[in-house]
């Protein structure tokens, strides 16, 4: 009876040394994926920054908010991500089954908000061609250095300056413009942004040695721009998303690993 007690009593000690190590692996191995979860936060909020800030002027071009919607929830799950990196990294070394929970809930709700600005990203992606196709000519020869509409001229100015084109679907285009056809435009036929070397009233010269005339229109090369940053919006929702599941997975198993809080 005695020799069967020892080597209950080892096996014992055996399994619960065994049950610490796991438990030590694991908490370690969340607090390296806490601390990667945190700087991927700072990525995505960085992303969605540099998305509203750098480019907000193309955003007011476009009659559809989805493109700043997805912006927005990526700032936000940047935030969430930030803060729940912190917390993860105190549930883990405090070894506490309730923080636990919270940091499992608060991952699985970013992990949706990943989930929704992917599914924007990508409703947007399809219909982009066709809103750039109605609104965007529309916005430029109407609203082009009218009252009360600053921010579509600079965007205007910006976007014929950065991608080195003019008028939507070609420079051409301006003739119909309202500014264009009024006194304010002086002699010129295109904005001065047309140019490319711009100088006061350069749009007065309608050549291709002096506006971007064969360079073609703004509308493929805006296209091109959003659809890639949408690409890089939805690559990096799915990224952080496989990660949040490593996460969790880790996070339920060190939390069946620690022993119930007493009460």
Same mark, same amino acid.
């Given at each position: 009876m005695k020799r069967r007690t020892c080597v209950y009593r080892r096996m014992g000690a055996y399994?619960?040394?065994?049950?610490?190590?796991?438990?030590?692996?694991?908490?370690y191995l969340l607090f390296t994926f806490n601390f990667l979860f945190w700087l991927a936060g700072g990525a995505v909020m960085a992303v969605g920054i540099w998305t509203l800030v750098e480019k907000s002027d193309y955003i007011s071009l476009l009659s559809s908010s989805t493109y700043a919607a997805s912006a927005y929830i990526l700032v936000l799950a940047g935030v969430i991500v930030m803060v729940t990196g912190v917390l993860g990294c105190c549930a883990t070394f405090k070894e506490q089954r309730n923080l636990l929970r919270v940091y499992f809930v608060l991952l699985l709700c970013i992990f949706l908000l990943e989930i929704l600005a992917g599914v924007l990203a990508y409703i947007y992606y399809q219909q982009l061609n066709e809103e750039l196709k109605q609104n965007l000519r529309e916005t430029m020869v109407k609203?082009?250095?009218?009252?009360?509409?600053?921010?579509?001229?600079?965007?205007?100015?910006?976007?014929q300056q950065e991608f080195k084109c003019c008028g939507s679907n070609s420079s051409?285009?301006?003739?119909?413009?309202?500014?264009?056809?009024s006194s304010e435009a002086g002699r010129? *036929?295109?904005?001065?942004?047309? +140019?490319?070397?711009?100088?006061?009233?350069?749009?007065?010269r309608y050549h291709p040695s002096n506006i971007y005339k064969v360079e073609g229109g703004c509308i493929s090369k805006l296209e091109n721009f959003i659809l890639d940053h949408l690409?890089?919006?939805?690559? *990096?929702?799915?990224?952080?998303? +496989?990660v949040q599941i490593v996460g969790m997975v880790f996070t339920c198993c060190l939390y069946r690993n620690l022993k119930a809080e007493p009460y």
């Amino acid at each position: 009876m005695k020799r069967r007690t020892c080597v209950y009593r080892r096996m014992g000690a055996y399994d619960e040394k065994k049950e610490t190590c796991g438990t030590i692996c694991l908490k370690y191995l969340l607090f390296t994926f806490n601390f990667l979860f945190w700087l991927a936060g700072g990525a995505v909020m960085a992303v969605g920054i540099w998305t509203l800030v750098e480019k907000s002027d193309y955003i007011s071009l476009l009659s559809s908010s989805t493109y700043a919607a997805s912006a927005y929830i990526l700032v936000l799950a940047g935030v969430i991500v930030m803060v729940t990196g912190v917390l993860g990294c105190c549930a883990t070394f405090k070894e506490q089954r309730n923080l636990l929970r919270v940091y499992f809930v608060l991952l699985l709700c970013i992990f949706l908000l990943e989930i929704l600005a992917g599914v924007l990203a990508y409703i947007y992606y399809q219909q982009l061609n066709e809103e750039l196709k109605q609104n965007l000519r529309e916005t430029m020869v109407k609203k082009y250095m009218q009252e009360n509409e600053n921010h579509i001229t600079k965007a205007v100015d910006k976007l014929q300056q950065e991608f080195k084109c003019c008028g939507s679907n070609s420079s051409s285009d301006w003739a119909e413009s309202t500014w264009v056809r009024s006194s304010e435009a002086g002699r010129r *036929v295109v904005p001065d942004s047309c +140019c490319k070397t711009p100088t006061p009233n350069c749009g007065e010269r309608y050549h291709p040695s002096n506006i971007y005339k064969v360079e073609g229109g703004c509308i493929s090369k805006l296209e091109n721009f959003i659809l890639d940053h949408l690409r890089i919006i939805g690559a *990096v929702g799915i990224g952080i998303a +496989c990660v949040q599941i490593v996460g969790m997975v880790f996070t339920c198993c060190l939390y069946r690993n620690l022993k119930a809080e007493p009460y």
